[in-house]
């Protein structure tokens, strides 16, 4: 049949969705799949069952199957040996060495297959799923099935994940119109044999994505990458790598000399051995988390923080729509949204690797008008439902919030505003749960804008994100701005640190202060873009200010 395709000596054939995808450079068309009572889905016809004899206690799992003997149809075989092969690959085995022995039967008779579990001959067998329904109660009972699954969309019991139906496919070398004519007879036919008719299966990426999986087709070019081909993909990791390794051999001599002239000036006492060797001790520290913030957290934290929100909303809008797909009629309406969605989330995924590729290349610019008023919006649309419902927020501003703009990077400068809301938030909402804190107060963030006091030329404006909370004791405080050093389950150390770095890269500064009732008070100083209008002649300060509130429970 790939001969006959290959030369173009047919116009039309039946076979497996994994066939007639493999044959797609040579321009096949799927016209039509098929739908069986207990296939009615025709996206998730096929699957394959691994079997073993009902009274094997050692196999429970197809980690179990390492090194076992398999029993299957043929090599190239899709239905019921190459979907079985990926859910090994997925595991993480590689499924060309999982095995100690392999038996192909050459052809797909699955009695034949599974005949050799009888003879114990294999110590498991792959076959496509619901040949075992179709089987006399005596040869069920015989065998049982491995990690079974069960799928409202497949009504047979299966191992792997499942995989388009088979399917009529049409060659692109056939007659003009033959596609549509094929296409049109066959899903016209009421029932070609009881319980079986053909419908249209509309994805194809799970045969594309086991191919992926298990590097064969068209990913067979994963298999073999050159010394070169890597070096030159990975010629900039090898580069910052030999850049570490003279850092950190730099960084070793100068600790060893250091060290070496603190123990020729210890030796002139013992006390002062004793105060030298605590503050040799505390400088390690301090050069250890030195290196550690700048090294993990700037290279790789710093990524994994800022593109886990926008691809956690890209993961979200792609389940919708796999929802949406599954729904008769589609609602197209939704659709458009979730592709929107996820086309904003891959934007903003962009713009921070494009970022941290600036960096790299010295080229971020960080005089840029910012809209203070868009950048706290786009904070809160991030700021998760739950915590938006627990916490009052406040935003307040002297002048109006609106015509505030400042210099610095857009990305940059939302960064900033987010760790330090989304701390805020995180924080009353923690007090507000906390039964033995006592709080009485309504949890709130408030953020409010006001030319900066201690600005003389009336060319910065600060920015007061408070929030209410518990008291902190003053070891808790001091280490608020300390890298590495969180409270958080899931957290790393480096929000508070980042803030600080983007604030004062931008020309302004970072403080933060205790709040008498408990909580903390963060304070951003940023230059003002153009000139700041005087604060003598704008009246009173009520009359020019400006402020929305946000209570809690609302959307």
């Not at 190459?82 to 038996?103: K, Q």
């Not at 060893?256 to 030298?276: D, F, Q």
């Not at 796999?322 to 008769?328: A, D, E, G, V």
């Amino acid at each position: 049949l790939e001969h006959l395709i290959e030369t173009g000596n047919i116009d039309v054939f039946i076979a497996s969705s994994g066939f007639s995808m493999r044959m797609s450079p040579h321009g096949v068309l799927p016209v039509a799949t098929l739908i069986t009572d207990l296939q009615p889905n025709p996206n998730t016809g096929v699957a394959t069952t691994f079997l073993v004899r009902a009274d094997e206690e050692n196999i429970k799992t197809i980690a179990d199957l390492k090194d076992k003997r398999l029993s299957a149809s043929y090599a190239s075989a899709f239905m019921s040996y190459r979907t079985g092969l990926g859910e090994i690959a997925v595991r993480g085995y590689d499924p060309e060495h999982f095995f100690s022995d392999i038996h192909f039967t050459g052809d797909s008779e699955n009695a034949a297959i599974a005949s050799r579990l009888d003879t114990h001959e294999a110590d498991v067998a792959m076959v496509r799923a619901c040949w075992l329904e179709h089987q006399p109660p005596e040869v069920r009972a015989r065998y049982r099935v491995l990690e079974p699954r069960e799928d409202p969309t497949l009504h047979c019991i299966h191992t792997s994940r499942t995989y388009p139906n088979i399917m009529v496919s049409v060659l692109e070398g056939s007659a003009p119109g033959a596609a549509h004519v094929i296409a049109r007879t066959l899903l016209s036919i009421k029932e070609i044999a009881p319980g079986h008719h053909w419908g249209v299966a509309t994805d194809l990426r799970p045969v594309n994505r086991l191919y992926r999986e298990l590097k064969i087709e068209n990913y067979a070019y994963l298999r073999d990458i050159s010394f070169k081909d890597w070096l030159t993909k990975n010629l900039a990791w090898c580069v910052l790598a030999a850049a570490m390794i003279l850092g950190l051999a730099f960084h070793s001599w100068r600790v060893g000399y250091l060290v070496r002239v603190r123990t020729a000036e210890l030796e002139a006492s013992i006390e002062e051995e004793r105060k030298s060797q605590f503050r040799l001790e505390e400088m390690r520290g301090r050069m250890e988390r030195m290196q550690k913030a700048t090294i993990v957290g700037q290279l790789s934290n710093l990524i994994a923080h800022e593109l886990a929100q926008p691809l956690a909303a890209v993961q979200y809008y792609l389940d919708g729509m796999k929802t949406l797909l599954s729904r008769q009629p589609v609602n197209t309406a939704m659709l458009e949204k979730s592709r929107v969605g996820i086309e904003q989330g891959l934007e903003r995924t962009k713009a921070i690797v494009a970022k941290v590729r600036g960096y790299s290349r010295n080229q971020t610019r960080r005089d840029r008008t910012v809209s203070l008023k868009t950048t706290i919006d786009n904070v809160l649309t991030a700021i998760s439902p739950d915590l938006q419902r627990t916490v009052a927020f406040k935003c307040e501003s002297v002048e109006g919030i609106e015509g505030i703009e400042v210099l610095g990077d857009a990305l940059e400068l939302e960064l900033l505003m987010r760790n330090l809301i989304k701390n805020a938030f995180e924080a009353a909402a923690s007090a507000a749960s906390d039964s033995t804190s006592g709080a009485q107060e309504v949890p709130t963030v408030s953020v409010r804008t006001q030319p900066d006091p201690t600005d003389k030329t009336d060319r910065s404006v600060l920015i007061t994100i408070e929030n209410t909370g518990l008291q902190m004791t003053n070891a808790a405080f001091n280490e608020l701005t300390t890298p590495l050093i969180t409270t958080k389950a899931a957290g790393h150390g480096l929000g508070v640190p980042i803030a600080i770095a983007i604030a004062e890269a931008s020309g302004g500064r970072l403080t933060f202060f205790e709040r008498p009732q408990g909580g903390v008070i963060a304070q951003v100083r940023l230059l003002r873009a153009g000139s700041y209008p005087s604060k003598n002649t704008a009246g009173t300060e009520s009359s020019s200010s400006s402020h929305y509130d946000i209570p809690p429970q609302a959307s």
